[in-house]
């Protein structure tokens, strides 16, 4: 039997969850997975790196890898190496240090781009040194930034709608966003993610911060076309929590974002967990506006924190990846 092709969009800790949880599918389902990750991200280490060396932010797509990694002793460690964040050292001050801040996986992956002068060549080869089960692309090879029109941002005038810009500052708002774009507008799309894309049986789409991890997916133009252009079947996995950035919209609302922002899109299954829903009904309303049917099952950590646990979200996956196998 061939192994289930599932395409992961995302980034940060939302993907990095769903490709833990996918892992943890093995071996009730045999899955070739693909992880294709935001790279808008303007903050911190991938920030600085960003800025300082014009690469590829490479922080969702370390903490992707590292989630695909094998469970091996020496993977492992690799794996914890990526992961290891320097501390300020000596006697300055942490802000002076240049590797204060900065994860090994970062840089590591920044000294591949650099070396090999392709991200794809790059995140293979790391891949590699992790033993991925799995392959991680980035959306784009071109830096791309997030902005928002945000309603709100200053006390004093709440009805005002201003530009935000940066990912970061998207993420962190105080305002309601009222809509995001990327910029440059149409950016090329990562080849190796369309093709993924067109020979995938299951697109995942989420957890995630909604408009700064998932719908930037949906506005690569090559990209949203494959989407919807692909024979695969779409399932979205719902957040168990409104993030900052997302302030002010309902569960359902998350579903209605994805079809204004891509129209055609159509989805199959909706996956949530049900005390974050609550009332199912409006979200199997939003559901059914997709196409889609909602599948509610407990998919969060038991500590009532608003994380998902990878375990109970594999056992979900398993038979609805699994359903026509």
Request: charged share 20%; aromatic share 2%; proline share 7%.
């Amino acid at each position: 039997m061939t192994a289930i092709k599932v395409v992961a969009f995302g980034g940060g800790h939302g993907l990095s969850a769903s490709l833990r949880a996918l892992r943890r599918c093995a071996p009730d389902l045999e899955l070739d997975i693909t992880a294709v990750v935001t790279v808008g991200d303007d903050g911190g280490s991938s920030g600085r790196l960003r800025a300082e060396r014009g690469a590829l932010p490479p922080g969702d797509l370390r903490q992707a890898l590292v989630a695909l990694a094998a469970e091996r002793p020496a993977t492992r460690r690799s794996a914890e190496l990526f992961q290891h964040r320097f501390t300020g050292g000596g006697d300055r001050p942490s802000g002076e240090d240049p590797l204060a801040g900065h994860a090994v996986g970062n840089l590591v992956l920044l000294g591949l781009m650099e070396q090999l002068g392709d991200p794809v060549a790059a995140l293979d080869h790391a891949g590699a040194m992790l033993g991925a089960i799995g392959r991680v692309l980035p959306m784009s090879c071109q830096q791309i930034g997030i902005e928002a029109r945000v309603r709100g941002t200053d006390p004093a005038r709440p009805d005002a709608v201003q530009t935000v810009r940066g990912q970061h500052a998207v993420a962190v708002t105080q305002g309601r966003v009222e809509s995001v774009r990327l910029t440059p507008s149409g950016p090329q799309a990562c080849r190796e993610a369309v093709v993924a894309v067109g020979e995938a049986d299951w697109l995942i789409f989420g957890p995630g911060s909604w408009y700064t991890s998932v719908i930037p997916h949906l506005l690569v133009p090559e990209l949203a076309a494959a989407i919807v252009a692909s024979p695969a079947r779409r399932l979205v996995t719902l957040n168990l929590a409104t993030e900052q950035e997302t302030l002010g919209l309902s569960v359902a609302d998350h579903l209605a974002a994805l079809r204004w922002y891509l129209p055609e899109l159509r989805v199959d299954l909706v996956l949530a967990d049900g005390k974050a829903v609550g009332d199912p009904e409006p979200v199997d309303r939003a559901a059914e506006s997709l196409g889609a049917r909602l599948v509610l099952a407990p998919v969060a950590v038991q500590d009532g924190s608003p994380r998902h646990d990878p375990d109970a979200l594999g056992a979900a996956l398993v038979p609805v990846l699994g359903a026509d196998r």
